[in-house]
C-alpha cells in the first residue's frame, strides 16, 4: 500500500509559477515511481512527469521547459515545479505511484492515487 497526499495548488496568473508536493508513505512506497497526471474538465486524465527515488525522470513534451519534476528522498516527498504557466496548464493535478516495470506515460499504469490539487491559471 501507498499513500498519497498532494499540497501546493491553487490561483495563479498566466505566466505566473506554482510548486506541487506529494508527499508518498508506505511499505512500498520507495519501490514505486512516482507521476504527475492532470485533468482538465470533459478531458482524459493526460501526463504530465515521473520519477524514479533512485534517478531518472521524464516530462511530457506539452510541459518540458516549463516544468520541473524532482525529488527530496529524505522526506520522502515528490515536487512539481511548474513555471510559465498557461490558461490551459488548467486542471486537477493528481499525483500517483506505479511500479517501475509498468507503462508510465498512461494513468492505467498507476495503481495508487492522491486526492488531486485544484490548479487554476487566469489569462
Not at 499513500?3 to 508506505?26: D, F, N, Y
Not at 510541459?63 to 524532482?70: L, P, Y
Not at 498557461?86 to 493528481?94: G, R, W
Request: hydrophobic share 35%; charged share 15%; glycine share 14%.
Amino acid at each position: 500500500q501507498v499513500q498519497l497526499v498532494e499540497s501546493g495548488g491553487g490561483s495563479v496568473q498566466a505566466g505566473g509559477s506554482l510548486r506541487l508536493s506529494c508527499v508518498a508513505s508506505g511499505r512500498t512506497a520507495s519501490r514505486h515511481v512516482i507521476g504527475w497526471f492532470r485533468q482538465a474538465p470533459g478531458k482524459e486524465r493526460e501526463f504530465v512527469a515521473a520519477i524514479r527515488w533512485s534517478g531518472g525522470s521524464g516530462h511530457a513534451d506539452s510541459v518540458k521547459g516549463r516544468f520541473t519534476i524532482s525529488k527530496d528522498n529524505a522526506k520522502n516527498t515528490v515536487h512539481l515545479q511548474m513555471n510559465s504557466l498557461k490558461p490551459e496548464d488548467t486542471a486537477v493535478y493528481y499525483c500517483a505511484a506505479g511500479l517501475p516495470s509498468s507503462i508510465l506515460t498512461i494513468a492505467r499504469g498507476y495503481t495508487y492515487w492522491g486526492q488531486g490539487v485544484q490548479v487554476t491559471v487566469s489569462s
